[in-house]
């Protein structure tokens, strides 16, 4: 990256005094410390800058817009048990709370995209309420088919659910750079999704509002068959109907999922669908169906969305590890 810095072709056109003051930062790594501030100051920041010196496109080429971090099924069970028996649910929600308030520059929002529980119990809401709270950046949850809505909206109502209601935990989150609707895509006592014609109609209304503004979409459930035999059994309801309002909003950047345990993407009508992986329980993917399905324990995982300065939804997929390393890119 610094070295893109020093060859950037622009580079030569911007004041010495700028540069040098930038590429000192750089090398001391402080211009990236001043980058996570909230997300306005950021965005104020760059913009100040970019325009004192025409390296836009270069220098800010990796600037950070807005940050959304994803995780998705957690399956948390309850107190002193492990899901289905052998996964730790919890210690890896842990791992992967410490490791997100690691991340540097710091996110702007933690989005969790359903099946918080195993079962809906209290017990496993509150379990995985005492993790998620310990998070340092503002988190926002909606429900899949393992949660129960009145135990979410009971649990996580207001702050991290700001839905009207337990009917439908649905809602907007504003006030970003790029804008966030939390979509209830559940069937009470169903694995599979559904939208239906109120819920469409919330949704369009909702769009309707900022039709030009860069905005996600999160939902437990991908709407359409994934090529994964489990899941595409589930179905999806009303997802014609859903495709027919998403497809008349040109600025849906992504509709983030989750549910299948895989991190898999697709186009659909005019945007891209994305299912995050699981916690630690991946799908043990099996097309042809040969073999029971069934899941294997992996390294807790959770994506980071990056809304780049150059209007572009970028997605990294972090494993939560002890590796060795990082080592520099030289001969030693
Ligand atoms: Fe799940």
New binding site residues.
């Given amino acids: 990256m610094f070295e893109r810095f020093r060859s950037a072709p622009n580079a030569k056109a911007v004041t010495g005094a700028i540069y040098n003051g930038f590429w000192r930062l750089c090398k001391q790594n402080k211009l990236l410390i001043k980058w996570s501030g909230p997300a306005p100051m950021v965005s104020s920041f760059i913009d100040t800058l970019a325009n004192l010196s025409q390296a836009r496109g270069h220098i800010f080429i990796e600037g950070f817009r807005m940050l959304i971090v994803q995780i998705?099924?957690l399956?948390i069970s309850s107190p002193n048990t492990d899901t289905y028996g052998h996964a730790p649910m919890a210690d890896k929600l842990q791992q992967c709370v410490d490791h997100i308030n690691q991340f540097s520059p710091k996110p702007d929002v933690v989005l969790v995209s359903?099946?918080i529980c195993d079962s809906g119990a209290l017990d496993q809401t509150t379990r995985a309420a005492e993790i998620l709270n310990q998070l340092t950046i503002p988190y926002y949850v909606i429900a899949?088919?393992?949660d129960l809505r009145q135990t979410m909206f009971e649990t996580f109502g207001g702050e991290h659910c700001p839905a009207r209601d337990d009917q439908f935990l649905q809602y907007v989150i504003d006030g970003f750079d790029v804008r966030m609707i939390g979509l209830d895509s559940v069937i009470p006592g169903k694995s599979g999704g559904e939208m239906c014609d109120d819920r469409v109609q919330w949704l369009d209304e909702q769009l309707a509002l900022e039709p030009e503004k860069p905005t996600v979409l999160f939902l437990?459930h991908p709407p359409f068959k994934f090529s994964v035999p489990e899941t595409d059994e589930d179905g999806f309801l009303g997802s014609d109907a859903f495709g027919d309002v998403v497809e008349k909003y040109s600025n849906i950047k992504r509709v983030m999922c989750?549910?299948?345990?895989l991190l898999t993407h697709a186009s659909w009508r005019g945007t891209i669908v994305s299912t995050a992986p699981?916690m630690g329980?991946q799908l043990d993917l099996d097309l042809s169906m040969t073999k029971p399905s069934g899941f294997v324990l992996t390294d807790p995982a959770y994506l980071v969305h990056h809304w780049t300065t150059q209007k572009n939804l970028i997605t990294h997929t972090i494993t939560v590890r002890d590796y060795d390393g990082p080592f520099p890119f030289a001969a030693i």
């Fill in positions: 998705s099924d399956h359903g099946d899949g088919n393992h437990h989750g549910h299948i345990h699981s329980m």
